[in-house]
């Protein structure tokens, strides 16, 4: 079932779009303020995020940058009763999807959210990467232990596609910040680190004595198979 996180402020606005999406057969979670927002969709997994602008704690743009910068891809469109263009400019360089301007019909919405899901649909012919009993499909997103789906976020899966991409290879801390986060200067060595470590939890069967996930002592990691 797809999964959508609402993020707004106002409760009949939120429990209105909550009853309609369910509707549609969506499962829907709320969220009722920026901050709230910015950590759940940085800890949980949703298809689709519905972003109002205006919010108390963070502002939408700011829950989009954390979003953004947290190397997810979670579609999000976002909700504001302004239409302003330098303001949809901005939502949309920050990463939005698309940008829906209050008041909007159910209808619009719910059209809007299927073209968004459509644009994000996997492509079918990605390269697919095997090691042990693993499979990584690069067009579907998913990393699969013996045929069975395994939970990965999506820095994780970019982190383990630019291994596999380079088997054998020294890869550094700085190359893997490009390629995972892109080039925000506030991710740290020590984030790499600590998603290394998460991902070898999921492809190793021994994590503290990794197999293919090795460190070069001061380098950086390679991967080996």
């Given amino acids: 079932m797809t999964k959508i996180l609402v993020v707004e402020d106002e409760p009949g606005i939120a429990l209105g779009l909550e009853d309609d999406l369910r509707e549609e057969g969506y499962e829907v979670e709320l969220a009722g303020d920026g901050t709230d927002a910015s950590r759940r969709a940085r800890t949980k997994e949703f298809d689709l995020i519905l972003l109002d602008v205006m919010l108390p704690g963070k502002d939408g743009f700011d829950v989009c940058r954390d979003i953004r910068r947290a190397g997810l891809k979670t579609p999000i469109i976002l909700l504001t009763a302004k239409a302003h263009e330098a303001e949809k400019i901005l939502g949309l360089d920050l990463g939005a ?3 829906v301007t209050k008041p909007f019909s159910p209808r619009e919405l719910r059209a809007r959210i299927r073209a968004v899901l459509r644009r994000r649909e996997p492509q079918e012919s990605g ?3 095997r090691f ?11 990393l699969r232990r013996a045929g069975r789906a395994v939970e990965i976020t999506a820095t994780e899966f970019k982190l383990l596609t630019t291994f596999l991409r380079n088997r054998g290879r020294l890869l550094t801390r700085d190359k893997l910040l490009d390629e995972a986060w892109g080039r925000d200067k ?8 600590n998603h290394i ?3 070898r939890r999921k492809i190793e069967r021994e994590p503290a004595e990794p ?4 460190s070069v002592r001061g ?4 991967f080996d198979g």
Avoid: A, F, M, P
Avoid at 132 to 142: A, H, I, K
Avoid at 186 to 193: I, Q
Avoid at 219 to 222: A, K, N, P, S
């Fill in 97 to 99: 999807d698309d940008y």
């Fill in 197 to 199: 470590v998460s991902l």
């Fill in 132 to 142: 042990d009993d693993l499979e990584v499909d690069s067009g579907r997103g998913e």
């Fill in 219 to 222: 380098l950086g990691y390679r």
């Fill in 127 to 129: 390269e697919i990467y």
């Fill in 211 to 214: 197999r293919y996930l090795v």
């Fill in 186 to 193: 506030s991710v740290t060595d020590r984030v790499v680190d």
